[in-house]
């Protein structure tokens, strides 16, 4: 409570500057990554109808500073917007600086006031001070001459005004402005990440499916890193850049899952491998059919010469044969019955897993888990797709995502988390660089549309997307029921929407069957082995390989697809076509042109639509009413296109066009 002797002191500043952004909700530091384009905003304004300006302010982890003018985003909203390519890794301290522009307010009057003849020698004497200001700050001889003719009374007023549009006194000003109340904003914090943490297309497998084999007695021979690692080539000539492994630590055989997750598994059943722990080991052993730890070092060794990383899994729970349940008990939920809790999201139940207790040894738990992520980051490790963290709490991950990051800056997490938008949204700010979305159940235009458009503005300063297109655990009814269409529909989506997509092993060979009742397949390689044979597929036909290597290829061209703030929609009078665009000036490519994409896609996989796409050319570095060539790089066409555009897609033949721009049609 304000005193006598001590006021309080007000919040705002001389010069307001609020609604600053990207800033997150609760005061966390914001995302980006190396290359990634950011435009930086304030709201400024102040009483009165004085000029004022403001600059954005940008200091490196090594000290260095770098002012960037902002400028009025349009007339009449006092919104400053400066566009910023961030480079470099570590974290930015950036403020915006308002202040008053002595110069331009006087300009702006006196131009007004010597036309209509009103107060015209104070008006010019005020010049004439601000001119010889300028004359003692610069020593300019130019700025001085202008002051003694602005005060020259034997001049007519207008040309006495003149003067002051010497081209001399122009640049004078530009390089030394004469403002004044400068106004400093609250410092903000940018955490600016490796490129892969923004960026990426990930390929999950099970290395017990690649070499599997079934042996003469119905019995199955696991595949192991070595079988599994002579499949890294493939997937990274279809352009992927993290390779994505399930856990693949010993797996628990107390209430082991059968096929089909059936409650009862046969002596040759595998079982989850989300079930961790056994006699072999925790979350630090290595499954013994997988192989040894030099087969690993070895499999992580060729995906890095292949192009790759590797990604772990890390599942923080357990079987009930995991080392911990005997060694921490107090790790666990002992229920009034004397039984170990198992995990659960009513209806469903998982009997093969025990979900860990935070609140009984919470120091304890930080430290093992630590030591389990630095055993995995000595493998060379640096990327873990983190399992159901919202079960646990948001403390915990901050923490250790925090003290992971000091010693490895580099580390990538993951967070699979299909839950509730505020605890997503949570998860993101207190650290885990990317987040799965809800994209997999959006499906129909104003679905991607409203979503696509939440995660490139309203969320993009803290939560990226990884648009995975299905899941061990999620085959969705567009996907059960699309076809290929369906299939080719969404990896477009997926592959474009976002610079992060990935997909679960079987996609590309349209696996659409499900388990009756359910979202994802039947014969689940959750519980069980499933060999594939990738290149009979491909060899017939019957692969969706070739158009996956196809978007990564589009992603790897352009740049644009590489940013995730860049995403405009456009309209198009058709209920099931989806139109957006991704633009990246030329100023932030290495080839100094404009990158252009415009995606446009039939939603419905079982029609052939016709309609008229409109488009907002300024959102694509056009001017109004420009005529501009594109060619879909799907099947080689080219167009002359502007702002209203007809449109077929046939689902049965091709239901997306993906067009580069060309450039102006000559």
Known sequence: MATADRPRRPKIGRIPITELAPTTPNGFPGKGFDGEVITFGATVFREGHGVIGADLVLVRPDGATRTVPLTLAAPGTDRYEATVQVEGVGVV?????????????????????????????????????????????????AAARAAARVRDEDLDPAERLAAVDDPRIVAELAESPLTSLRTHSATQLLDVERTRAGVGAWYEFFPRSEGAKRNPDGSWKSGDFRTAARRLPAVARMGF????????????????????????????DPGSPWAIGGPEGGHDAIHPDLGTEDDFRDFVETAKNTGMEVALDFALQCSPDHPWVTEHPEWFTVRADGSIATAEN???????????????????????????????????????????????????????????RDEHPDTVFLAEAFTRPAMMRALAETGFQQSYSY?????????????FEELSHETSAYLRPNLFVNTPDILTEFLQY????????RAALAATGAPTWGMYSGYELFEDVARPGSEENIDNEKYEYKPRDFALAEAEGASLAPYVTMLNRLRSAHPALRQLRNTTVHTAEDDAIVVYSKHLPGQYNRSGRNDTVIVVANVDP??????TVHLDLTALGLEPGTLFDVRDV????RWTWGTSNYVRLD?????????VVEGPHR
């Open 93 to 141: 301290e950036w403020h915006v600086e308002a202040y008053a522009d002595d110069w331009a307010s006087w300009v702006h009057g006196a131009r007004l006031k010597i036309a209509a003849g009103v107060d015209t020698e104070a008006t010019l004497l005020d010049g004439a001070a601000l001119l010889e200001r300028l004359a003692d700050e610069t020593g300019s001889p």
């Open 241 to 268: 850049d993290v390779v994505y492994l399930p856990p693949i630590h010993p797996i628990g055989t107390t209430a082991r899952k059968g096929p089909n997750n059936t409650l009862t598994a046969g002596p040759g």
């Open 346 to 404: 009513p209806p469903k139940r998982y009997q093969d897993i025990y979900p860990i207790q935070f609140d009984t040894d919470p120091e304890g738990l930080v430290a093992e888990v630590l030591r389990v992520l630095r055993h995995w980051i000595t493998f060379g490790v640096k990327i873990f797709r983190v399992d159901n963290p919202h079960t646990k709490p948001l403390w915990f991950w901050e923490r250790v995502i925090r003290e992971v």
């Open 439 to 451: 994209f997999t159940w959006r499906n129909t235009k104003e679905e991607i549309e409203t979503y």
């Open 482 to 489: 699309g076809g290929r269409a369906g299939y080719k529909v």
């Open 606 to 611: 079982h029609s052939s639509r016709e309609t």
């Open 634 to 637: 799907v099947t080689g066409a």
């Open 651 to 659: 689902a049965f033949q091709e239901p997306v066009h993906l067009l």
